[in-house]
C-alpha cells in the first residue's frame, strides 16, 4: 500500500510565476489537509478537502491561493504569483476519515523556493 | 494562546540513554488526541505514536512511550535506549472535537531538536 505522495518535491519558481504541488492520498483515504511549515517552525494548516469539496480553508491565505481535489486525479495546491514569502516545504496528509483517532499520513513534502 | 507549547528548542541526550520531550496543550474540547511526529533532516513526517483523551493507559509503540497527564494537559514522549538515528526535530500536535464538530485538522507545536551523542 503505497504511502502519500507528493510531487514535486522541490519546486524553483521565480516572483509572479504559478506553483502548483500535487498529492495523491494513500489508498483509501478520502480526505486531504494540506499544511505549510516555514523554515524553523512547525506545520501550519492550510486547508481541507474531500472529494470535489472544499471543507476548511481558515488557513489558507485569502489571495493567491486555492486548492481542489477533483472525483479524479490528486489533489492540487496552487499558488499563483508566487514571492519570496512563500517560500515554504509544503506538506500533504490523508486520513480515511475526518474525527476520531485515524491517524493523519504526511507525504514526503513539497520544498518551494522562491527567488 | 498557544495550543501546543513545546518548551525544548533543543536537547541533547547520550546514546543509549532515555530522554522526555515535553509537551503541554490547550483545549476545552474533551474529546481530543494527541499525536507525536518525527521530522529527520531529509524532511518527512513519521507518525509515532497516539494517543486519546479518553485512553486510561498511556500509549506505547516500541521504544517510544507517551506520558499522559490529563490534568496537567502535558502529553510528553519518552524515548528508551536513544539511538543515533533518533537525532530529529519532534512535533507534539493536537486534534481536537472528536465528538463531533471538528474540521480534523492538526495543530502542531514549534518542535524540539533532538541530538544523540554518541
Known amino acids: 500500500n503505497a504511502g502519500v505522495m507528493q510531487n514535486p518535491r522541490h519546486l524553483v519558481r521565480r516572483r509572479g510565476q504559478e506553483a502548483r504541488l500535487r498529492c495523491s492520498p494513500m489508498?483509501?483515504?478520502?480526505?486531504v489537509y494540506w499544511y505549510r511549515q516555514l523554515p524553523e517552525e512547525g506545520l501550519k494548516f492550510m486547508v481541507y478537502l474531500q472529494k470535489e469539496n472544499i471543507i476548511d480553508e481558515s488557513g489558507m491565505p485569502k489571495e493567491r491561493f486555492s486548492a481542489e481535489f477533483p472525483k479524479e486525479g490528486p489533489s492540487i495546491l496552487r499558488i499563483q504569483q508566487v514571492v519570496r514569502g512563500d517560500s515554504a516545504a509544503y506538506f500533504c496528509?490523508?486520513?480515511?476519515?475526518?474525527?476520531?483517532?485515524?491517524?493523519?499520513?504526511f507525504g514526503p513534502g513539497t520544498r518551494l523556493t522562491v527567488l | 494562546a498557544q495550543k501546543i507549547t513545546q518548551t525544548q528548542p533543543g536537547m541533547f541526550v547520550q546514546e543509549k540513554e532515555a530522554v522526555t520531550l515535553d509537551c503541554t496543550y490547550d483545549?476545552?474540547?474533551?474529546?481530543?488526541?494527541l499525536f507525536w511526529y518525527k521530522q529527520p533532516s531529509s524532511g518527512e513526517m513519521i507518525f509515532l505514536i497516539y494517543?486519546?483523551?479518553?485512553?486510561?493507559q498511556n500509549a506505547t509503540e516500541g521504544r517510544y512511550s507517551l506520558n499522559f497527564q490529563k490534568a496537567r494537559k502535558s502529553a510528553n514522549l519518552v524515548i528508551s535506549a536513544s539511538q543515533l538515528g533518533d537525532s530529529a526535530m519532534y512535533f507534539c500536535?493536537?486534534?481536537?472535537?472528536?465528538?463531533?464538530?471538528?474540521?480534523?485538522?492538526?495543530?502542531f507545536g514549534k518542535g524540539t531538536k533532538l541530538s544523540v551523542k554518541p
Open positions: 489508498k483509501g483515504h478520502s480526505h
Open positions: 483545549t476545552s474540547d474533551p474529546s481530543y488526541g
Open positions: 500536535a493536537m486534534r481536537e472535537g472528536f465528538s463531533g464538530g471538528s474540521q480534523g485538522n492538526l495543530i
Open positions: 494517543q486519546g483523551s479518553y485512553d486510561q
Open positions: 496528509a490523508s486520513s480515511p476519515q475526518r474525527q476520531g483517532p485515524d491517524t493523519q499520513y
